[in-house]
């Protein structure tokens, strides 16, 4: 009898075809994780540019804290994989239940300070009142949400590492689909639903959020996956706590400091002006959807490579990489060739008005430059990420973003008249660097040393 995907013993058999068999429903759900705000966009850019700038700055800071919260699950992912390719499912369930608990607690915690900081937080970009004035109206319930994403945060990070990754793509495609739908009746009113904006956005996201959080809790307890959870006889255990905390801390480190980075690239764009800003949000857009193919990749080669190396296969988690960084290379191969070609039809899907058609659509033909090595990069961090290597992976992203990126921006929007299209090719040039560092450490070999 073939065995299910999700309990078949992934340091075996083809890493192509395990790497394909893991890759395609990560994709699926990272790509409807994802469309959560590029729903929200599209139709949020049919209410205009102070909309669409208002959504895409406060989205900032809903992704802050959304990637410090992965962060802190880091560590549970890290020991989930290498314990369940040692064979000890024991050890990667008593991890999952402390993390969820540390999960909650964070979230509760974050949810309450952000529900108050809303219009300040906003009013650190230097944006016009009325953008500040839609931009908190949305952030205000999406800090409400990150109790929501906290739950499946958790589940993904407990089903994906044990080698399950069909039951979160099945749970995405679930509430998303009620994202989907919902989103147009609340932003413009329409049947029986009352007319929110932005606020409606928001709202659909983080409502159909909780139902997804609520199924992969009872798929987690009812043992519908490789771990069945329990609460019984749970306890704090304070060195387990740390243990993934120590593993976690520099990726929830290096996630900050992406996004920080972000905030720091949006305070150079917002002198540019409002329709500089919207360019900018739907690049992001365009750019997330592109990234979650990669992703998807990455998390598969992260989740075989700590299972190989928990079952002590090191030279088969090398080729793990190996093999998904070329399958990065040739996805980001085929969509820098598409946004080449195709720049101005992908921007008009959010917006139609000229003026940003052209600066977004310039933004995306730039960006094409450095996809390849992107995709490469990122591949490796994932990679590095998830066997517990995780302070060289925050190292190779903080310096070419904080030693090159953010001094050279600052350089050519002070001292050239390239303006903002000086600030994409700054970018560019930080993810060619960070591609030949990634790359290089990994042949190095240095991370097969690594004990967690």
Known sequence: ?????????????????????????????????????????????????????????????????????????????????????????????????????????????????????????????????????????????????????????????????????????????????????LCPFLVFG????????????????????????????????????????????????????WRMVKIGLPNGFMNIQQNLSNIVLMWFIVPFGTIAVAAHTLWQRVDGTLMVLVMGIGVSAGVMGAQNMGANKIDRAAKSGWIAAGFAAIVMFVGSTILLIFPEQIVRIFNTEPELVKMAATFLRISAANYIFLGISAIFRFFLVGIGDTIPAFLFEVIPTWCLLIPMVFLVTRYTDWGIYGIRWSMAVRWILAGFIFTTYFWWGKWKQKKV
């Open 190 to 241: 329409l049947w029986i639903f009352p007319k929110l904006g932005v606020q409606g956005a928001a709202i659909s996201d983080v409502s159909t959020q909780c139902i997804g959080g609520i199924i992969g809790l009872w798929v987690l307890f009812s043992g519908h996956t490789r771990l069945k959870l329990t609460l019984k006889n749970w306890r704090f255990d304070l060195a387990a706590i």
């Open 1 to 181: 009898m073939k065995q299910s995907t999700s309990r078949r013993d992934w340091t075996q058999g083809s890493i192509t075809r395990n790497l394909v068999s893991l890759s395609w429903p990560v994709m699926v759900s990272s790509s409807l994780n994802m469309i959560g705000p590029f729903i929200d966009m599209v139709w949020i850019g049919k209410l205009g540019e102070n909309s669409v700038a208002g959504v895409g700055t406060a989205a900032l800071a809903v992704v802050l804290a959304n990637t410090a919260l992965s962060g802190i699950m880091t560590g549970m992912r890290v020991i989930i994989g290498r314990s369940v390719g040692a064979g000890d499912k024991e050890a990667a369930i008593h991890a999952a239940r402390q993390a969820l608990v540390i999960g909650i607690i964070y979230a509760v915690i974050v949810a309450a300070i952000g529900i108050f900081l809303t219009e300040p937080i906003l009013r650190a970009f230097g944006l016009n009142a009325d953008v500040v004035k839609i931009g908190a109206s949305y952030l205000r319930i999406q800090f409400i949400g990150i109790m929501t994403m906290s739950l499946l945060t958790f589940n993904e990070g407990t089903m994906q590492p044990a080698g399950d990754t069909m039951s979160p793509m099945r749970i995405s495609l679930v509430y998303r689909g009620l994202h989907l739908l």
